[in-house]
């Protein structure tokens, strides 16, 4: 679609060009120890070798690429943070090796195609930012045909769960409705203007606000109350700007035995470390954002809820098709539609439920 | 300077495009009441004219004009707000009065010269978010010579004060200090990179933050330790955009006896309508966003705080110059610079403070 860059940007990159933010992801465990992992339990991969880092951020994976071995990195980055990364780099005495350049990956040139590209790309749900369209236009454009990503895959998940959030979040629209309420007598009693008209509206909004936007949450494992489903598997090396623009997918999800609420989904994704067909990694390393007692990540999981829940019997599937596309207002945003239907252990079908989502 | 308009549009139209949004200002009692008073009660203004509402938002003040017996009121607004406003004012009757025109005032034309212009314009502060310009630009291309501008005077006010945020904001800004050292040690231990070197660029951001950004907040007189002073006065028939884009004044505070502490400086406004020099109003009406106790509006007061807070004696005077202009980045949002020195009742002078802040 017809995206301005200036807004795009303006909106988008303002938060990665704060040291703050870096330092959120920097502190993420799960996160740094993955991509650790997967470049020095791999350094063969590295060493000597040419290094794209998409998105470079404070440099830190550039950094660890140089001290694996490589003989060039070139690390990108479209914010201000480019000249921290720079500073950050020679403080780690390898200015040497890692080249800084300030700059939408779209928009700069480097003087050679690489052996890598490594890049930390992945947003809520994996696919909000939309920042893998980037990825996959460095691929296409700096990586050599013999090349290796990393990551070198990505998987979204989906599982039934409960949560008292369904109820939380109804009062909280109750609340609101309850409160237009009096806002519209007040109105009429002291200004003498019916807002009346602008009732259907406001709920609209309050809606999509309260009931239909997506949520992050740290889910407990308990929360989960059926088998988690893999929706769609991206081959880093091969996918293409299509298939990650939208995603469709038809599922089944059966629910573990004794629960009777289904209060909605949640959503996360892992991304595998595990070279390329031709090179592949002495030690596979992955990165799950899985709902976890101790290993919880920053991105957690998005939740979408189900308003209102809807009620399980034992031995029910819930028969499932999602569609993740880009919001027609702001393409790192997404519009989510969840259809879906129970089939009873008697064969019987309840009617087909269409709930509408929105990843803001 | 070069501003990006998309860019610009994306980030500052985005709130007033919600109902939510516009409800708050609906729903503030003070703003709501002073500008219905000013119209019902110069009625003589509106009769038979024909009127221009800069920013319409629902289109409140359009209607009003409508129901005080404009002949026809030019409705502009920036937003997709504007399709509301529409079915607002078809809802309240007064479609066959009030045109809704959608587009930014600056890109819109109308078919004639208007006599009054009514527009609520004030951000924090007055001048945040620099709608004033577009209100003075309206002006100049369409209203009459013997136009009226509702509100017709505008002005800035500057008190010291006292609050316990100054010991709240240190401990949040010291919290975050400490907190940097640990991520220092802990990504040296665990992953090899030494990030002191961004050390002091964090401190920095986070100053930035925590010590040097404006806050909102709604404060009690008694929180007032001296005059407030006006430090800044606009004729809207007669103002500049020029005037309007850097404001700079000097002062002397004096404070109530008894105090011993400054913790920072309080900034609001108040507008006033006056009608114009020829056509002066039947009721003046003030719109004052002072600290009350009762009548407190959704603008409150910006506050700018001392770190560390001065020690006062009896009959000190503080001596101070105002400094504001529009941030480089952001041309709707401010860079603050208060310079000032104690005056002591002995002649005196404490050596010259400079404190810059931020209004984001
Ligand atoms: N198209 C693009 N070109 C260059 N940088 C981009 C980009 N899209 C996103 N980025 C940058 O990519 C970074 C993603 S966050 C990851 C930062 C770093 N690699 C780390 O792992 O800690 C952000 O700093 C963002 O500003
Ligand atoms: N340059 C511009 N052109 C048109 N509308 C603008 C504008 N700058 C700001 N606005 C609109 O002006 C409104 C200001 S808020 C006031 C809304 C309404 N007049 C009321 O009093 O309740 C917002 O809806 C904003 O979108």
Redesign the interface.
């Known amino acids: 679609g017809g995206v ?1 860059k ?6 988008y990159f303002c938060t990665y060009a ?3 933010h870096q ?1 959120e992801m ?2 993420d ?1 799960v996160r ?2 993955a991509y ?1 992992r997967s470049i020095f339990r791999n350094a063969k991969h590295f060493l000597g070798k040419t290094v794209l880092d998409v998105g470079t951020g ?1 440099g ?1 994976l550039a ?2 690429a140089a ?1 694996a071995g490589a003989r060039k990195v070139y690390a990108v980055e479209a914010t201000v943070m480019a000249r ?1 990364a720079r ?2 780099i ?3 005495n390898v200015d040497h090796i890692v080249e800084v350049i300030e700059g939408a990956i779209e928009d700069i040139t480097i003087p050679e195609k690489v052996d890598i590209i490594i890049s930390e790309w992945m947003g809520y749900f994996l696919v909000r930012e939309s920042m893998f369209d980037s990825v996959i236009y460095a691929r296409d454009k700096w990586l050599k045909p013999t090349g290796i990503m990393y990551p070198s895959h990505a998987r979204m998940w989906v599982a039934p769960m409960r949560t008292s959030l369904v109820e939380h979040k109804q009062q909280e629209f109750q609340h609101s409705m309850a409160d ?1 309420g009096c ?1 519209l007598q ?2 009429s009693d ?9 009732s259907n ?2 709920k609209e ?2 809606t999509k ?1 309260f009931l239909q936007t997506s949520m992050w949450n740290s889910l407990y494992p308990n929360q989960i109350i059926g088998q988690p489903v893999i929706i769609k598997e991206f081959d880093c090396l091969t996918t293409t700007m299509e298939e990650v623009s939208s995603v469709r997918s038809s599922f089944k999800l059966p629910f573990h035995p004794g629960h009777s609420r289904l209060c909605g989904f949640a959503g996360w994704f892992d991304v595998h470390f595990k070279g390329s067909p031709t090179d592949p990694a002495d030690h596979e390393v992955e990165l799950t954002t899985a709902p976890s007692t101790d290993e919880t990540t920053h991105w957690g999981q998005q939740v979408f809820l189900l308003h209102p829940p809807l009620n399980l019997q034992d031995g029910d599937i819930l028969s499932c098709s999602l569609d993740i596309t880009r919001s027609r207002d702001n393409h790192r945003l997404m519009d989510v539609k969840f259809v879906h239907q129970l089939e009873r252990a008697s064969g019987e079908k309840t009617p087909l439920i269409t709930s509408p989502y929105f990843i803001e």
């Open positions: 301005d200036a807004a795009d940007f303006a909106n704060f040291l703050y330092k920097l502190s465990r740094m120890d650790y404070s830190i950094i660890w001290q921290h500073s950050l020679a403080g780690n237009w806002f007040d109105t002291h200004y003498n203007v019916d807002m009346s008209c602008l509206p406001y909004e309050q606000y």
